[in-house]
């Protein structure tokens, strides 16, 4: 029992100290990149347009482009990752066959987005003559979340009480009433996590766009043109950070990576809240 009580004691003091330093890391981390370019930040930035060789360029164009490439790619995406995730959890039999897409599924996963961007390059980009556009962004964007969305709706979906499938059908529902009334929004938590992870992701994401979308912006924004060129605020600080020849360069880097980590924050809680209150809803209250 002695024994017992002191690996109980020392597992928690383990445990705790391991978020303790989890969360020093973190606010460490954004200490250092809101520290450099939070004091810069200014609406004129937000939503200025870029300089290439001028100091006092701004994001606007670039900041749009993030959220407008993000809802195109959920847009493709959203629609055919939670339809294939909910066919494996109910109405795909346990075969090799769907082994060998579930094994298929964690292999693209864990592709590089690099290699994603390669192939969205030689696909979108050339054999569809797409060129570098917003289009062929939000097409190999949508790539990346395919896997994650496909994975994500299958174990929210598994993770529902086989009592609700049962009793629904009990009752007299069809599958797809079952589906629609019972499991998605007793799976909602689950699938909105899946979704705020995916988002945040494609927030950042650099590779992918860099061969697809491109390094530049149109003239004039928003602009909602699908083919004109789509830089977004990940790839406008990367390419600060290393080519731009403005002479405020660096500090238009430590602001867009401050303004990112910002958008990322508020685009999670933008989500998340909203989410948890409508899940609570459709659950009835519980």
């Not at 589906?179 to 909105?192: C, D, H, N, Q």
Request: hydrophobic fraction near 50%.
């Amino acid at each position: 029992m002695r024994i017992s009580k002191v690996t109980d004691k020392l597992a928690t003091l383990f445990f705790w100290t391991t978020g303790l330093v989890i969360i020093l890391i973190l606010a460490w981390f954004l200490i250092q990149i809101l520290g450099g370019g939070l004091s810069h930040l200014s609406w004129s930035f937000i939503t200025g347009k870029p300089s290439e060789s001028t100091a006092g360029g701004g994001v606007g164009p670039q900041l749009f482009n993030s959220f407008y490439i993000l809802f195109l790619s959920l847009l493709i995406s959203l629609p055919i990752g939670m339809s294939a995730g909910i066919y494996m959890a109910i109405y795909a039999s346990n075969n090799r066959f769907t082994d060998l897409i579930r094994i298929s599924v964690e292999a693209l996963s864990s592709v590089p987005s690099i290699v994603l961007g390669l192939f969205g390059a030689l696909l979108f980009v050339n054999i569809m003559g797409w060129s570098f556009s917003i289009v062929a962004g939000a097409a190999t964007l949508s790539l990346l979340n395919l896997p994650i969305l496909v994975r994500v709706t299958e174990e929210s979906i598994r993770s529902v009480p086989d009592s609700y499938w049962e009793a629904s059908l009990a009752l007299g529902s069809t599958k797809w009433q079952a589906i629609r009334k019972v499991l998605i929004p007793a799976a909602l938590p689950g699938l909105i996590t899946g979704i705020t992870l995916v988002s945040g992701r494609a927030l950042g994401e650099t590779a992918i766009l860099i061969y697809t979308a491109g390094t530049s912006v149109a003239r004039h924004f928003p602009d909602f043109d699908l083919k004109s060129m789509g830089e977004t605020l990940a790839v406008h600080l990367w390419y600060v950070g290393g080519s731009s020849l403005a002479p405020d360069a660096a500090q238009i880097a430590k602001s867009s990576a401050a303004l990112l980590v910002i958008v990322v924050l508020i685009f999670n809680l933008f989500i998340a809240v909203p989410s948890r209150i409508l899940s609570k809803r459709l659950s009835g209250g519980k």
